[in-house]
């Protein structure tokens, strides 16, 4: 059997104890998603989404009229989001969230967070 050293063990050890925090840090970061939204031919696409709370989600306007992407429950707002431009919100409350557009009634979507 081989004889490994004390300082040995110490030296390989260290670099994966120092690691862990950062490591835990990454995780949490990554749990947090960006999605995409467009709006193209007074529709959001995609029509229903599930995300999870504390993602983000980004609303692009592909039309030429202005839209908004407005929770009915008041969870989220992107305001008025013109022609080419994106607005990027934050979900932060669980449930399913139904949205639409505050010019155009018949422009409706849903957003789940769990
Ligand atoms: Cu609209």
Same mark, same amino acid.
């Given at each position: 059997?081989? &004889?490994?050293?004390? !300082? =040995?063990?110490?030296?390989? #050890?260290? /670099?994966?104890?120092?690691?862990? /925090?950062?490591?835990?840090? @990454?995780? +949490? %970061?990554? !749990?947090?998603?960006?999605? !995409? $939204? ?11 989404? &599930?995300?999870?709370?504390? *993602?983000?989600? $980004?609303?692009?306007? %592909?039309?030429?009229?202005? =839209?908004? #992407?407005?929770?009915? *429950?008041? @969870?989220? *707002?992107?305001?008025?989001? !013109? +022609?080419?431009?994106? $607005?990027?919100?934050?979900? @932060?409350? #669980?449930?399913? =969230? ?5 010019? =155009? ?10």
């Amino acid at each position: 059997m081989p &004889n490994i050293s004390r !300082r =040995h063990v110490i030296a390989t #050890a260290l /670099p994966a104890i120092a690691a862990l /925090p950062l490591l835990a840090i @990454s995780a +949490r %970061r990554a !749990r947090a998603a960006t999605h !995409r $939204v467009e709006i193209k031919g007074f529709a959001f696409s995609p029509a229903s989404l &599930n995300v999870a709370v504390g *993602d983000s989600v $980004v609303f692009t306007n %592909r039309d030429s009229a202005p =839209h908004t #992407a407005t929770a009915l *429950d008041g @969870s989220f *707002d992107t305001g008025t989001i !013109r +022609r080419n431009k994106a $607005v990027q919100v934050t979900i @932060s409350a #669980a449930g399913t =969230h139904g949205y639409r557009c505050k010019f =155009h009634a018949a422009m409706k979507a849903t957003l789940t967070a769990g």
